[in-house]
């Protein structure tokens, strides 16, 4: 199984609004990524998981919480979002955070209303 | 300060010909790198990796050669099939940094039939 999967896979809510994303992989991997992508951008990493242990913040704002309940999974809860937070959230796997391929799930396309 | 720079936002190739996609880095702390693949409303895909102890790594139609004095990569797509039309992006990561990968701003891939 090569597979990253990610929920839901669109996403429309108010500012006020309370959701979350969640992602899952099986492949065994022990590092677990956030990326936000704009249009005809590149993706931006947001936070890196390594084993289960929170390791890069690119200064995300609070509103974005992450959380990595087991190896498998990662969530990131969003909370009074701005309109400017719309994008396509992508979440990855890797085997490690120690140079090796980074595989990306579908992503979750988010609109802040 | 862009670190990964992809200088051509489009390419056009016929069929069977060969793709030749750039990319240009300036952190000579990056020591491995990679190309994905993009359709549209979808994540990334893994296409091809290499180490900065290599110059040139080959898989099928897909070699990605490293020049480190350059700074300098590229992906040789090779024949050009019409389902390669997508948005490649090159990443670099350092082993100093883990986890953390620099894209590039993508370069759109048109191959006609």
């Known amino acids: 199984d090569t597979e990253v999967t990610q929920t839901p896979k669109h996403l429309v809510m108010g500012m006020t609004n309370k959701k979350s994303l969640k992602c899952e992989q099986h492949?065994?991997?022990?590092?677990m990524y956030w990326y936000k992508q704009k249009a005809k951008k590149p993706p931006e990493l947001m936070f890196v998981?390594?084993?289960?242990?929170?390791?890069i913040n690119e200064s995300v704002p609070s509103r974005f919480s992450p959380e990595c309940p087991n190896s498998s999974l990662l969530n990131l809860h969003l909370h009074a979002l701005q309109p400017e937070d719309s994008a396509l959230y992508l979440c990855a796997s890797s085997q490690s955070s120690r140079r090796t391929e980074q595989f990306f799930g579908p992503g979750t396309r988010l609109t802040v209303l | 300060d862009q670190q990964v720079k992809q200088n051509s936002p489009s390419l056009s190739v016929q069929e069977g010909r060969i793709s030749i996609l750039n990319c240009d880095y300036t952190?000579?702390?990056?020591?491995?790198f990679l190309w994905y693949k993009k359709y549209p409303a979808e994540g990334p895909t893994f296409l091809i990796s290499?180490?900065?102890?290599?110059d040139k790594n080959e898989d099928g139609r897909f070699t990605v050669f490293l020049n480190k004095s350059a700074k300098h990569l590229s992906l040789h797509i090779v024949p050009s099939q019409p389902g390669d039309s997508a948005v490649y992006f090159c990443a670099a990561g350092s082993s100093s940094n883990t986890g953390k990968l620099i894209f590039g701003q993508g370069t759109t891939l048109q191959v006609k039939p």
């Open positions: 952190n000579s702390m990056f020591d491995y």
């Open positions: 998981y390594s084993y289960e242990k929170l390791s």
């Open positions: 492949m065994g991997h022990r590092a």
């Open positions: 290499i180490s900065s102890i290599k």
